[in-house]
Structure formats: structure tokens, C-alpha cells
């Protein structure tokens, strides 16, 4: 579809600052503007709107309503934009949606940033406390001038008061484990600390079956080690038996990691590296990453650095070497 017939959009929620200042420098009217953005940024109240675009109910990402054809344009163009955005079909009025990992929220945090003062982090403290952001950033227009080191502190403050502090060792949350296709597996855990941004779970498993990719019978008594780095595109899981032996370890590779009140959040890759305790270690479920990029789900940038950071991971386990996740930041 060429730029001169990419349809009109009319923008509301969260994104719609970020969005409203970057898809018309990318062929796109934006019309029906809300007051406030209106305001902003000189866009018309008025107008024929082809496509309605708006927030998830959870805020990860948008909703797109209109026709079939003219969301889909749209959805795609959203994926070409940003780095790890995923387009999915919908059903019913929003025929397509696109759902924004840490990545997408981060060049649309800059793209908030070049018109309107933004908080880093904006679009992700939006989903956790969006009043308290809405006032810090009026804190912020009303200052003369751009103040970087006051934005990176209020940041901090909002980050600590509605996330860090509420991620108390002993208190039961989930990682929200997003498949390409829509899919969310919440993985309950116990908090057992959280130390700048590096958040260790406990997990216990019930007895039969097995354990993926690695094979071994789960047991009575076996538990789970889980560590996740803030912003880190890799989370470790150690799987142990009562005695503290190791059964084995399966690195994940994701879209950063985002911290939540209720856990942590990222996109699953589909592929991981593990290592067993007869030392073999291998990239497993390279297929499943394929089928994710052949369905249109991720890009073949971002499979293509999935599987860097999996070869990565590879060698660095096959030598012996520590894996520190903040290599992987």
C-alpha cells in the first residue's frame, strides 16, 4: 500500500500522543483528534476516520477497528515501525490488534518524547499508575526548559513506589509468559528478592510427567529457581530436586523484561538453550521461532537477534563460562 492511500486513523488512549506525532510523518491522517491532542499537536477534530484505533483492555497494546483490509494495512504498517510490536487477526469490530512489548513502548516513549514532555518509561508506568505519571509530566510542562536528570528522577520515584515496593519477598506473582500467537501463560512463583531491577522467584511443581526440553520425571518435592533482569532479553529457570541437586537449567530468550506490581511480563520467543547435567547443552525449539515468523507474529529482525543471543548463550555455556543476564541488556 502506498503512503498516499494508507488509511485515516482517528487515535485515543495511552498511545495516542506517541502515535499521533509518528504515523503522520509516515503517510497517515490522523483526524477526529481528541481536545488534547488537537492542542498538542495542530491535528484536525474533524475529519472521516477509516480506522479507529485504541487501547487493549490490559494496555500492552492497541485494538484497531474498521475493515478488514484497512486495519490490516494498518496493523502491519504498526509491526514495520517498531521494533518488536506483534499483529495478530482479531475477531469481531477490532479485526486486527498489536500487542507492544518493551521494545515498541520504548520507541514510542521517544517518539512522546520529541513533542510533549515524557517520562522515561512513559507508556510503561501509563499501565501501572497513570495519574501519578499525568502529574509528574505536568510537573515537567511547566518548566522552562527539557530537564533530563529531573525526568529520569521522578521516573525512578513512580518505578519504585508502584513496582519495586510492592515486590516483597514471600508474596505470590506471576510471570505473564506471552506466546507470539496471543497466547498468555501466567507461571506463578514466591518472591525471594528483588536487587536493582534483578527479581529471583521460588517455584514448586507438582509430581508427574515430565519436564519440558529437559526430560526428567518431576518429582515429589522439586522446585524452580527463576531469575529475570529487568530490560534483559534472556531469564533463567533452574529445576532442582528436594537435596538441592540439579536436574538442569533452560535459558529463555524474550523481549526485555518489563516489571509489574503482579510480577513480570515479556514476549517468549519461542526459543531457548539448555544445559543438562551430563553438561550437553543445546538450542532447542528453533522450529517454533520459525512458525512464529512464517505466521507473521515476529519479524525476521527479531528472530534473527532471538537466535543471536541464542548462540550466544550457547558458546558461552559450552565453554563454562557464567551466564550474567546483564550481558544481555
Same mark, same amino acid.
Given at each position: 500500500?502506498?503512503?498516499a492511500?494508507?488509511?485515516?486513523?482517528?487515535?485515543?488512549?495511552?498511545?495516542?500522543?506517541?502515535?499521533?506525532?509518528?504515523?503522520?510523518?509516515?503517510?497517515?491522517?490522523?483526524?477526529?483528534?481528541?481536545?488534547?491532542?488537537?492542542?498538542?499537536?495542530?491535528?484536525?477534530?474533524?475529519?472521516? =476516520?477509516?480506522?479507529? !484505533?485504541?487501547?487493549?483492555?490490559?494496555?500492552?497494546?492497541?485494538?484497531?477497528?474498521? %475493515?478488514?483490509?484497512?486495519?490490516?494495512?494498518?496493523?502491519?504498517?504498526?509491526?514495520?515501525?517498531?521494533?518488536?510490536?506483534?499483529?495478530?487477526?482479531?475477531?469481531?469490530?477490532?479485526?486486527?490488534?498489536?500487542?507492544?512489548?518493551?521494545?515498541?513502548?520504548?520507541?514510542?516513549?521517544?517518539?512522546?518524547?520529541?513533542?510533549w514532555? %515524557?517520562?522515561?518509561?512513559?507508556?510503561w508506568?501509563?499501565?501501572?499508575?497513570?495519574?501519578?505519571v499525568?502529574?509528574?509530566?505536568?510537573?515537567?510542562?511547566?518548566?522552562d526548559? =527539557?530537564?533530563?536528570?529531573?525526568s529520569q528522577?521522578?521516573?525512578?520515584?513512580?518505578?519504585?513506589?508502584?513496582?519495586?515496593?510492592?515486590?516483597?519477598?514471600?508474596?505470590?506473582?506471576?510471570?505473564?509468559?506471552?506466546?507470539?500467537?496471543?497466547?498468555?501463560?501466567? !507461571?506463578?512463583g514466591?518472591?525471594?528478592?528483588?536487587?536493582?531491577?534483578?527479581?529471583?522467584?521460588?517455584?514448586?511443581?507438582?509430581?508427574?510427567? %515430565?519436564?519440558?526440553?529437559?526430560?526428567?520425571?518431576?518429582l515429589?518435592?522439586?522446585?524452580?529457581?527463576?531469575?529475570?533482569?529487568?530490560?534483559?532479553?534472556?531469564?533463567?529457570?533452574?529445576? !532442582?530436586?528436594? /537435596?538441592?541437586?540439579?536436574?538442569?537449567?533452560?535459558? /529463555?530468550?524474550?523481549?526485555?523484561?518489563?516489571?509489574?506490581?503482579?510480577?513480570?511480563?515479556?514476549?517468549?520467543?519461542?526459543?531457548d538453550?539448555?544445559?543438562?547435567?551430563?553438561?550437553?547443552?543445546?538450542?532447542?525449539?528453533?522450529?517454533?521461532?520459525?512458525?512464529?515468523?512464517? =505466521?507473521?507474529?515476529?519479524?525476521?529482525?527479531?528472530?534473527?537477534?532471538?537466535?543471536?543471543?541464542?548462540?550466544?548463550?550457547?558458546?558461552?555455556?559450552?565453554?563454562?563460562?557464567?551466564?550474567r543476564? %546483564?550481558?544481555?541488556?
Open positions: 500500500m502506498s503512503m492511500t494508507r488509511p485515516s486513523l482517528r487515535i485515543r488512549g495511552i498511545y495516542a500522543t506517541a502515535f499521533s506525532a509518528l504515523l503522520p510523518t509516515h503517510g497517515f491522517d490522523v483526524v477526529q483528534a481528541s481536545p488534547v491532542i488537537a492542542e498538542r499537536l495542530g491535528l484536525p477534530a474533524d475529519g472521516v =476516520a477509516e480506522v479507529r !484505533l485504541h487501547d487493549r483492555p490490559d494496555r500492552q497494546g492497541v485494538r484497531l477497528e474498521g %475493515t478488514r483490509k484497512a486495519t490490516a494495512a494498518v496493523a502491519h504498517a504498526l509491526a514495520e515501525l517498531l521494533p518488536d510490536a506483534v499483529p495478530r487477526e482479531g475477531r469481531g469490530p477490532a479485526h486486527w490488534e498489536v500487542e507492544f512489548p518493551s521494545g515498541s513502548k520504548g520507541a514510542l516513549d521517544q517518539a512522546r518524547a520529541a513533542v514532555p %515524557t517520562l522515561p518509561g512513559h507508556h508506568l501509563k499501565i501501572i499508575a497513570g495519574q501519578a499525568d502529574h509528574a509530566e505536568q510537573s515537567l510542562a511547566a518548566l526548559a =527539557a530537564q533530563p536528570e529531573r528522577c521522578l521516573s525512578a520515584e513512580l518505578s519504585e513506589r508502584y513496582v519495586c515496593s510492592t515486590l516483597r519477598p514471600g508474596r505470590q506473582v506471576f510471570a505473564e509468559h506471552v506466546k507470539p500467537d496471543g497466547r498468555e501463560l501466567k !507461571l506463578p514466591q518472591v525471594v528478592s528483588l536487587e536493582r531491577g534483578r527479581l529471583r522467584l521460588w517455584r514448586s511443581f507438582r509430581p508427574g510427567g %515430565t519436564y519440558d526440553t529437559l526430560g526428567a520425571p518431576k515429589a518435592g522439586d522446585y524452580g529457581e527463576v531469575e529475570q533482569l529487568a530490560d534483559s532479553w534472556v531469564s533463567r529457570r533452574r529445576y !532442582l530436586r528436594p /537435596n538441592g541437586s540439579l536436574i538442569g537449567e533452560l535459558y /529463555n530468550i524474550q523481549t526485555p523484561t518489563e516489571l509489574y506490581p503482579s510480577g513480570v511480563r515479556y514476549l517468549d520467543l519461542e526459543v538453550v539448555g544445559r543438562w547435567v551430563n553438561g550437553r547443552v543445546e538450542i532447542v525449539d528453533q522450529r517454533e521461532l520459525h512458525d512464529a515468523v512464517q =505466521a507473521g507474529y515476529v519479524s525476521e529482525a527479531l528472530a534473527q537477534r532471538a537466535l543471536a543471543i541464542a548462540e550466544g548463550l550457547r558458546a558461552t555455556l559450552a565453554r563454562g563460562a557464567e551466564v543476564l %546483564t550481558d544481555w541488556v
